[in-house]
């Protein structure tokens, strides 16, 4: 789970359950980041709604701040629980490129230990 959740509301207020929604789907992501990423992790999370042309748009707009970059996500749509849940998708493909961008590149131990066992066996013949 994210330690670090802000959760803002712009013209409206936030109550309990989208509060408890927006951390459950939003705080979760953390197993999509590397450990040492985990740690310094912090999102803001701005749901904001507004009544345009008569009709009511949500938008909610995340900012995930990592170690070397910030990820920003946004999103509108007529249900700010809608918002989230699409929001949350696009966070998840943006994590993943990030960690391939940013992750450590290791070999599985078993390649490293074929690797090993040919090493000594060209060295003694």
Request: aromatic fraction near 4%; charged fraction near 40%; charge should be positive.
């Amino acid at each position: 789970m994210i330690q670090k959740l802000d959760i803002n509301g712009v013209h409206m207020e936030i109550g309990d359950d989208l509060r408890k929604y927006a951390t459950k789907k939003i705080g979760k992501l953390d197993k999509y980041m590397s450990r040492h990423v985990r740690q310094s992790a912090h999102a803001e999370i701005k749901l904001k709604e507004a009544m345009i042309k008569r009709r009511k748009q949500a938008t909610c707009e995340v900012i995930l701040h990592l170690q070397n970059e910030n990820i920003l996500v946004q999103e509108t749509t007529v249900n700010i629980y809608a918002a989230v849940d699409i929001v949350e998708e696009k966070l998840k493909n943006q994590l993943k490129k990030y960690k391939e961008k940013h992750g450590v590149k290791r070999l599985h131990h078993r390649i490293i230990r074929r690797l090993r066992r040919r090493r000594r066996t060209e060295g003694e013949i």
